[in-house]
């Protein structure tokens, strides 16, 4: 304990939880003669709170659990509801916008208000809302909250303000669109059926007013009714009764016969002059048997009866297929032209699907040229003009979750030329076949704004794959795809480690590494792998080579003081070659790796290519520990990587191992714990506790593909976001796989004698490896899971001939400082406050064409804090933020500047130093859901907002911050949310953000000739005001519904409500009020010329009294 408190001397100077004025205490040590001291460091920050400010940009990808759809024909604008009460409307390509209930409730159905800017919803909790799409971000106008009945069924007829809403109970309800209030007119179920029924008729699954007569209202009910009722005389016209459940309802455009989907597979066809009994039976996909019975079919949950001007009609539907068939096909669409019939194969089951028209009006013929079809984890559009029905490609990134997300990273600002570049490569990979006409849905208007600059985003699935995403302008779009697989054998069902530990997800990516200026990336994978890829514009036939380590450590193998000072240095790479298998001590088990490298020329297509695998090998019979921290730094040619048992540096340049050491024995002899020895079998873990459990959260569903001994974490379900889990018996406690809900030790100096320190991040940087150090060097920070940070300086030969050849050395030099909590990031400014970029290597393309003339040599680019600074002549600022707290030092001399307590009874999750305003900031992410940002380098809090009362386990692997303040997540298994925590990009949001409405004029309806406008009904003179309205039906009963305003207000409801009557009403209350302030204007003009003229008057008599009088009598 003594030991432990001399190491806190000098990192006590600061207040707990406050801001530390800048003090050097006794642990600091002397500065040099050139090195400045805490004293010299005055950095003006510019970062005040009001530059903060937390709001949700937009969301990417597949709308998680959709319920239903919608879309706009004259807008051409479409609409999705989800389970979880989100709605995501969608236009051309940029105009994409999310909403979402509050109360959470899924969505049942959707409704525009055709060409008026408007949308109904009706949720599950049998509330219907109005919302406004004529701003960028809709709001909810009005509620209505039904208390005595169950929604389930609405219709809005198109030009109208009257919402038909049929019940659970059979009723149909009427709902003034533009108040929200219900009408007294009410269509009860037992006046719908004859008196002589018994039993219920069920809820009310469909409703639809005839083409031929507005006046006439059509409901279906679930048991296989059917009525039209007559709104004006408020009685039945006919009644048809079928023995099987009705599904959907859709007429021919002249109003004259409809069609029904049944629950048996069959469709029916009724005409209205004889409605005793259907004029046509059929059932698509059903035979009759030999014995004359008809092949039982599953049901037809959607019909779509089209007529089209040119052709047969079109029916279309999904379901229908026979059980004996089913069983191994997948869902159907089928479309029914003449008497072709075409069944389209669906990946994933239907939940609805759209025929497009590009008509409005019911009674005109419909003539489809498109089906949107939504299905439970994708959305396509079938192009109808063309006999082959190809799809359309879709603008939209739908495909984020192809295979489950495991990780994410985002950069900002990165290099001009790296978007195309990855899009001109990508452009080879995208599939053909594609419909030649362009995306239907193309409504809204989006404009490319100002603030803008080029974006990427990458993620990391479980099939191995890594996805390029261009971010740009709060757009995404698809760049490149990087199948890491492709670098191994494919495992043989049975053989191979890989098999016994994960059975479908071998190749699953964990983390990502990537610089755009040298354009070098790095993959860590779930089989303890690390993959080097360069990037080429040229397709190479290359042969990947492959390090395989030994990286597991017991206690016992601490290095003791002499050994430390005989070998302080770690030059030899072949002290740390793997151990060969069959070798003596290893059993048939080990020295192997968990997957098998080609080891034959493999031919690689322009693009990021594989260049090193490095792969942990199993030891003792246990599989190797995942990594859990990565760097990789192209100028100095070295790749790092590190676990819950030691450090790994790889020179890529050399394709050799420069060490590999477990976590205690960087401490050498200054380890600041006392810590126990322990046997082997002590510090052994069963394979139960192996660290490959993390991944399976993200899946979507709830079959895990790790095995069952690997689930200590995986019950968590993607609804669930109680972070109450069992405490993981990783070998890493303070690791952040571990629960969120647990309170954590606010005191390093309790250590579980039977824990292992992990290493939790890396850092490649020129920093000073010693206090005596006067330049800087090449250096490898080392944070670890125990708040430990270490430093080790790095000897690197300068000449590019040398730097291949010769071996770089490289040790540790002790225990930099210590903090609450795992070690989540380093930083590094100079004495300025400017963020110091790592140095890297200028991209040259590695399979380029040479030019004799011109050797090709590295060319690198160092940031030196010597070099980059102005305000001191020597010296930097590190930044080290852990889970509790975060700390600014000073180098060389290792002087605690500030010291800041984060948190006290959370721990943080994220943590990132961005720009921000130009200025730098630290941003956090805590587990019990705040964001904060921090002043450097004096860690001033500057926000702290509560942005998720709760959080998930995935949305805590994915958070991530990048430059220009901002962030995404991870928010549903298919979804990205973006968001800003700058005040300047929220005021430039709405600039941003796409156009839902359009002014657009109502298309004008079809002439009809005079015979058929003569007996084809009176649609056009039939008043719904006359008969709905309060004089007419009266009010309906106050217990019914509840009318809820808004939050928009009502003065704002007034102006962006929708409708025809609206905009009418409100024409004429301007009317009214111009007429008003003409009349006032008129009366004011006359109170003016009597004033004038009583004016007059008197000027006229004073003029007559002083006429006749002298000068001096005035």
């Given at each position: 304990?003594?030991?432990?408190?001399?190491?806190?001397?000098?990192?006590?100077?600061?207040?707990?939880?406050?801001?530390?004025?800048?003090?050097?205490?006794?642990?600091?040590?002397?500065?040099?003669?050139?090195?400045?001291?805490?004293?010299?460091?005055?950095?003006?920050?510019?970062?005040?709170?009001?530059?903060?400010?937390?709001?949700?940009?937009?969301?990417?990808?597949?709308?998680?659990?959709?319920?239903?759809?919608?879309?706009?024909?004259?807008?051409?604008?479409?609409?999705?509801?989800?389970?979880?009460?989100?709605?995501?409307?969608?236009?051309?390509?940029?105009?994409?916008?999310?909403?979402?209930?509050?109360?959470?409730?899924?969505?049942?159905?959707?409704?525009?208000?055709?060409?008026?800017?408007?949308?109904?919803?009706?949720?599950?909790?049998?509330?219907?809302?109005?919302?406004?799409?004529?701003?960028?971000?809709?709001?909810?106008?009005?509620?209505?909250?039904?208390?005595?009945?169950?929604?389930?069924?609405?219709?809005?007829?198109?030009?109208?303000?009257?919402?038909?809403?049929?019940?659970?109970?059979?009723?149909?309800?009427?709902?003034?669109?533009?108040?929200?209030?219900?009408?007294?007119?009410?269509?009860?179920?037992?006046?719908?059926?004859?008196?002589?029924?018994?039993?219920?008729?069920?809820?009310?699954?469909?409703?639809?007013?005839?083409?031929?007569?507005?006046?006439?209202?059509?409901?279906?009910?679930?048991?296989?009714?059917?009525?039209?009722?007559?709104?004006?005389?408020?009685?039945?016209?006919?009644?048809?009764?079928?023995?099987?459940?009705?599904?959907?309802?859709?007429?021919?455009?002249?109003?004259?016969?409809?069609?029904?989907?049944?629950?048996?597979?069959?469709?029916?066809?009724?005409?209205?002059?004889?409605?005793?009994?259907?004029?046509?039976?059929?059932?698509?996909?059903?035979?009759?048997?030999?014995?004359?019975?008809?092949?039982?079919?599953?049901?037809?949950?959607?019909?779509?009866?089209?007529?089209?001007?040119?052709?047969?009609?079109?029916?279309?539907?999904?379901?229908?297929?026979?059980?004996?068939?089913?069983?191994?096909?997948?869902?159907?669409?089928?479309?029914?032209?003449?008497?072709?019939?075409?069944?389209?194969?669906?990946?994933?089951?239907?939940?609805?699907?759209?025929?497009?028209?590009?008509?409005?009006?019911?009674?005109?013929?419909?003539?489809?040229?498109?089906?949107?079809?939504?299905?439970?984890?994708?959305?396509?559009?079938?192009?109808?003009?063309?006999?082959?029905?190809?799809?359309?490609?879709?603008?939209?990134?739908?495909?984020?979750?192809?295979?489950?997300?495991?990780?994410?990273?985002?950069?900002?600002?990165?290099?001009?030329?790296?978007?195309?570049?990855?899009?001109?490569?990508?452009?080879?990979?995208?599939?053909?076949?594609?419909?030649?006409?362009?995306?239907?849905?193309?409504?809204?208007?989006?404009?490319?704004?100002?603030?803008?600059?080029?974006?990427?985003?990458?993620?990391?699935?479980?099939?191995?794959?890594?996805?390029?995403?261009?971010?740009?302008?709060?757009?995404?779009?698809?760049?490149?795809?990087?199948?890491?697989?492709?670098?191994?054998?494919?495992?043989?069902?049975?053989?191979?480690?890989?098999?016994?530990?994960?059975?479908?997800?071998?190749?699953?990516?964990?983390?990502?590494?990537?610089?755009?200026?040298?354009?070098?990336?790095?993959?860590?994978?779930?089989?303890?792998?690390?993959?080097?890829?360069?990037?080429?514009?040229?397709?190479?036939?290359?042969?990947?080579?492959?390090?395989?380590?030994?990286?597991?450590?017991?206690?016992?193998?601490?290095?003791?003081?002499?050994?430390?000072?005989?070998?302080?240095?770690?030059?030899?790479?072949?002290?740390?070659?793997?151990?060969?298998?069959?070798?003596?001590?290893?059993?048939?088990?080990?020295?192997?790796?968990?997957?098998?490298?080609?080891?034959?020329?493999?031919?690689?297509?322009?693009?990021?290519?594989?260049?090193?695998?490095?792969?942990?090998?199993?030891?003792?019979?246990?599989?190797?520990?995942?990594?859990?921290?990565?760097?990789?730094?192209?100028?100095?040619?070295?790749?790092?990587?590190?676990?819950?048992?030691?450090?790994?540096?790889?020179?890529?340049?050399?394709?050799?191992?420069?060490?590999?050491?477990?976590?205690?024995?960087?401490?050498?002899?200054?380890?600041?714990?006392?810590?126990?020895?322990?046997?082997?079998?002590?510090?052994?873990?069963?394979?139960?506790?192996?660290?490959?459990?993390?991944?399976?959260?993200?899946?979507?569903?709830?079959?895990?593909?790790?095995?069952?001994?690997?689930?200590?974490?995986?019950?968590?379900?993607?609804?669930?976001?109680?972070?109450?889990?069992?405490?993981?018996?990783?070998?890493?406690?303070?690791?952040?796989?571990?629960?969120?809900?647990?309170?954590?030790?606010?005191?390093?100096?309790?250590?579980?004698?039977?824990?292992?320190?992990?290493?939790?991040?890396?850092?490649?940087?020129?920093?000073?490896?010693?206090?005596?150090?006067?330049?800087?060097?090449?250096?490898?920070?080392?944070?670890?899971?125990?708040?430990?940070?270490?430093?080790?300086?790095?000897?690197?030969?300068?000449?590019?001939?040398?730097?291949?050849?010769?071996?770089?050395?490289?040790?540790?030099?002790?225990?930099?400082?210590?903090?609450?909590?795992?070690?989540?990031?380093?930083?590094?400014?100079?004495?300025?406050?400017?963020?110091?970029?790592?140095?890297?290597?200028?991209?040259?393309?590695?399979?380029?064409?040479?030019?004799?003339?011109?050797?090709?040599?590295?060319?690198?680019?160092?940031?030196?804090?010597?070099?980059?600074?102005?305000?001191?002549?020597?010296?930097?600022?590190?930044?080290?933020?852990?889970?509790?707290?975060?700390?600014?030092?000073?180098?060389?001399?290792?002087?605690?500047l500030f010291t800041h307590n984060i948190t006290e009874s959370s721990f943080l999750l994220r943590a990132d130093v961005v720009s921000v305003c130009n200025s730098v900031c630290l941003a956090c992410f805590c587990a019990n859901g705040h964001i904060m940002t921090l002043s450097l380098p004096s860690l001033r809090p500057l926000m702290d907002i509560n942005y998720l009362p709760l959080t998930d386990l995935r949305i805590a692997r994915t958070f991530v911050f990048t430059n220009g303040g901002q962030a995404l997540y991870l928010s549903s298994p298919t979804e990205i949310q973006r968001l800003t925590y700058s005040q300047e990009m929220t005021d430039n949001l709405q600039d941003m953000l796409g156009e839902l409405f359009t002014p657009i004029e109502t298309p004008e309806a079809q002439n009809k000739g005079f015979l058929k406008g003569f007996f084809g009904g009176n649609a056009q003179t039939f008043d719904r005001e006359e008969l709905f309205g309060e004089a007419a039906a009266g009010k309906a009963s106050r217990s019914l519904a509840q009318h809820i305003p808004g939050p928009m207000g009502l003065e704002n409801m007034k102006t962006a409500a929708g409708g025809v009557v609206g905009d009418l009403a409100r024409a004429r209350i301007a009317l009214d009020q111009r007429g008003e302030r003409l009349g006032e204007l008129e009366e004011r003009t006359a109170l003016m010329m009597n004033s004038?003229?009583?004016?007059?008057?008197?000027?006229?008599?004073?003029?007559?009294?002083?006429?006749?009088?002298?000068?001096?009598?005035?």
């Open positions: 304990m003594k030991k432990f408190r001399k190491v806190l001397d000098g990192l006590s100077s600061s207040s707990p939880g406050g801001v530390a004025s800048p003090s050097c205490g006794s642990a600091a040590g002397t500065p040099t003669a050139h090195a400045p001291t805490p004293q010299d460091i005055h950095v003006q920050e510019t970062l005040v709170s009001e530059n903060f400010h937390i709001c949700k940009t937009v969301r990417h990808g597949f709308p998680y659990q959709p319920t239903c759809l919608a879309f706009d024909p004259v807008q051409k604008i479409l609409a999705i509801g989800s389970r979880t009460g989100g709605i995501r409307i969608l236009g051309r390509p940029g105009v994409d916008c999310y909403s979402q209930h509050e109360s959470g409730a899924a969505v049942l159905q959707l409704q525009f208000l055709i060409n008026e800017g408007a949308l109904v919803t009706a949720c599950a909790d049998d509330t219907l809302h109005l919302w406004n799409l004529r701003q960028r971000r809709p709001a909810i106008l009005h509620s209505l909250k039904f208390n005595r009945e169950r929604i389930t069924f609405c219709h809005l007829p198109f030009q109208s303000k009257w919402l038909y809403v049929g019940t659970e109970r059979g009723n149909t309800h009427i709902v003034n669109i533009e108040s929200f209030v219900l009408s007294g007119y009410v269509i009860m179920w037992n006046k719908a059926i004859e008196l002589a029924t018994k039993a219920h008729p069920g809820p009310v699954v469909h409703l639809s007013d005839s083409p031929k007569d507005e006046g006439k209202l059509l409901i279906g009910f679930e048991s296989g009714t059917v009525v039209q009722w007559d709104l004006r005389a408020k009685k039945v016209d006919f009644r048809i009764y079928y023995d099987e459940a009705i599904h959907s309802v859709s007429w021919h455009h002249e109003g004259k016969q409809f069609m029904c989907s049944h629950s048996d597979g069959s469709l029916t066809m009724w005409n209205l002059r004889n409605t005793a009994r259907p004029i046509q039976i059929t059932y698509p996909h059903g035979k009759i048997l030999k014995d004359g019975r008809k092949e039982s079919c599953k049901p037809i949950l959607k019909v779509e009866y089209k007529t089209s001007r040119n052709s047969e009609p079109y029916v279309i539907f999904s379901g229908g297929l026979s059980y004996d068939k089913s069983g191994g096909r997948r869902p159907t669409l089928t479309i029914m032209h003449g008497k072709a019939i075409t069944v389209l194969e669906m990946d994933h089951p239907i939940v609805e699907f759209l025929v497009l028209c590009d008509t409005p009006y019911s009674n005109e013929v419909q003539d489809p040229y498109a089906v949107v079809v939504l299905l439970e984890k994708d959305f396509i559009v079938v192009d109808l003009t063309q006999s082959n029905f190809p799809i359309f490609e879709n603008p939209y990134p739908m495909d984020i979750h192809e295979s489950p997300v495991t990780c994410t990273a985002y950069f900002a600002e990165c290099p001009p030329d790296i978007i195309p570049i990855l899009y001109s490569i990508g452009a080879k990979q995208k599939k053909t076949g594609y419909s030649h006409k362009e995306w239907p849905v193309s409504g809204g208007t989006w404009t490319l704004g100002s603030q803008t600059y080029p974006e990427i985003i990458v993620t990391g699935h479980a099939d191995g794959t890594v996805k390029f995403w261009d971010a740009s302008a709060i757009t995404l779009q698809m760049l490149y795809k990087l199948k890491t697989s492709k670098v191994f054998e494919k495992p043989k069902v049975g053989e191979g480690r890989a098999g016994e530990l994960v059975e479908e997800d071998p190749y699953a990516v964990q983390m990502v590494s990537w610089c755009p200026h040298s354009r070098l990336f790095c993959v860590v994978g779930i089989s303890a792998h690390v993959i080097l890829y360069r990037f080429s514009k040229h397709d190479a036939n290359t042969q990947i080579v492959s390090l395989e380590v030994r990286l597991q450590f017991d206690s016992e193998d601490v290095i003791s003081p002499s050994e430390a000072e005989n070998n302080p240095c770690f030059s030899d790479p072949s002290s740390h070659s793997p151990q060969p298998p069959g070798s003596p001590g290893s059993g048939t088990q080990d020295s192997l790796p968990c997957l098998k490298v080609k080891n034959r020329p493999v031919r690689m297509p322009p693009g990021y290519q594989a260049e090193l695998v490095v792969q942990l090998q199993w030891v003792d019979g246990e599989p190797p520990q995942q990594i859990t921290s990565l760097d990789i730094n192209s100028a100095y040619g070295l790749l790092a990587f590190g676990n819950c048992n030691g450090l790994t540096v790889v020179d890529f340049l050399q394709k050799t191992i420069l060490m590999c050491m477990g976590t205690l024995d960087l401490y050498g002899a200054a380890d600041p714990y006392q810590r126990l020895t322990r046997s082997p079998r002590k510090n052994r873990q069963s394979t139960s506790d192996f660290c490959m459990r993390g991944l399976s959260h993200f899946y979507s569903d709830s079959k895990k593909r790790i095995r069952t001994s690997y689930q200590s974490l995986t019950e968590l379900s993607d609804n669930q976001v109680s972070m109450d889990m069992e405490r993981s018996k990783s070998p890493t406690s303070e690791s952040r796989e571990n629960s969120f809900s647990r309170s954590r030790s606010s005191s390093v100096s309790s250590i579980d004698r039977d824990t292992k320190e992990s290493v939790t991040t890396l850092q490649f940087g020129e920093s000073y490896g010693r206090k005596g150090d006067a330049l800087p060097t090449a250096c490898l920070w080392v944070g670890t899971s125990l708040g430990v940070v270490l430093l080790l300086p790095i000897s690197i030969p300068t000449e590019e001939e040398e730097r291949m050849e010769e071996p770089i050395t490289m040790g540790p030099s002790g225990t930099v400082l210590m903090l609450k909590g795992s070690v989540l990031r380093f930083a590094f400014l100079d004495c300025g406050g400017a963020l110091i970029q790592s140095p890297y290597e200028v991209w040259r393309d590695p399979n380029g064409p040479e030019d004799p003339d011109r050797p090709r040599r590295r060319k690198l680019v160092n940031f030196s804090p010597s070099s980059s600074q102005e305000a001191c002549s020597d010296g930097h600022l590190a930044v080290v933020c852990s889970e509790k707290q975060a700390k600014v030092i000073l180098m060389p001399t290792q002087a605690v004038a003229e009583t004016f007059s008057t008197h000027a006229h008599q004073v003029m007559l009294k002083q006429k006749d009088k002298k000068w001096y009598q005035l």
